[in-house]
């Protein structure tokens, strides 16, 4: 009585089946049969407890998985595969009997393979597959050029406004000027070569300004330094460097004093070289933060003054009638920079010479205001102790001068 019950239960699914697919032909559509996993056999894999518990509804999928767009098509295939998945493990609970398969006893694939036949034997034979794989040669990668040699240069054009006290060693007086500045650095490239420090400074300066008290001469030159500095370093340990250090200053251009024909500094005149052997700290964050300190116990200091007939050479340390003077003894540099935003920059140098007799020391600091790319206003101060010089009433053995600019900078950075 039951298998006849079944079996009507079928035929009226059959008959209802085939009475949807008329009318769907009747009606122009397609009819599209999906494959489904009710009618695969049974396998356990696993107990899921919430699946047989819940009861086979619609499933709520979380607002995670919603779509920006239409998502009708994948609402639909999740709610299928949770009400398959439920249905197959009420199946496997409640009817273990009809579990034909276990997966962890299921037996391994065979492994993919080829089978050839063989009419005249009525064979069939299976064959590993041939795995062909072509020869591809990879294209030779780009070479990554080394840089040995990192250069930065600067050059700016500005107008300044100066105050320089009284006993400058280079003469001058308070202005308003015109000042042209070039900068080069050129330093060995520390990623390529971690071991070696070599770094190589470069700058000149070179001011003009109007005199509106001197009644001898239309114009004066307030500023005219060139600075030459490079230091030679192997690491010893982390960023300590035994080193040796080099040092040139000197002017190209006459300069005279107000209304008078008196020579205060020419060509070589003064000239100063310091050489200096001991150890450098070097420490370098980014470009925004950098830091050198070199310390130096054993120095030559040599001062020259090549024209003594028009300048007088004590006013640089040199003794009355001599050219040049030469000391022993150690010198101190320390230069730091610090960015602290892409248009505020700060540089400060630091620089000390003594002989055990008289100390002699340069404290120079620049305040970088970038204004666009290639605008700017700078402020420069230097502050200069020398005991090696005669003694002024107002400053003592101080000298000062401030600079103050706004102008036009270009900059650019190479490397080979």
Known sequence: MKKMTSLRMGLALACMAVVGLNALAQSGETAVAEPSMLYAPLVYDNYDNHAVESPITTAKSSDIYQLDAGDQWLQQAIDNSNRTHQARQRVMIENPQLVAYNANSLAVAPPEGVIPSDPRQGMLTIAPAQVEVEDVTPPDAPAVPIHNWLHVFNASLQFTQAYISGNWYQGGENNLALLGSINWNCNLNQDVHPNWLFNNALSYKLGIATTHGDSIRKYLINEDNFLFTSQLGYKAVKNWYYSAMLQFTTQFLNNYKVNTRTMTAAFLSPAELNVGLGMTYSYKKADDRMFTLAIAPLSYNLKYCRNITDIDPTRFGIDAGHHSKSTFGSNFE????????????????????????????????????????????????????????????????????????????YRFATVN
């Open 334 to 409: 320390a230069k730091w920079l610090w960015r602290f935003t892409p248009n505020v920059m700060i540089t400060s140098r630091l620089y000390m010479f003594t002989n055990y007799e008289y100390v002699q020391g340069d404290w120079e600091n620049t305040f970088d205001f970038a204004i666009g790319k290639y605008l700017t206003t700078q402020l420069y101060t230097h502050l200069r102790f020398d005991r090696s010089r005669a003694r002024d009433d107002d400053w003592n053995y101080w000298q000062f001068k401030e600079i103050l600019s706004l102008g036009v900078i």
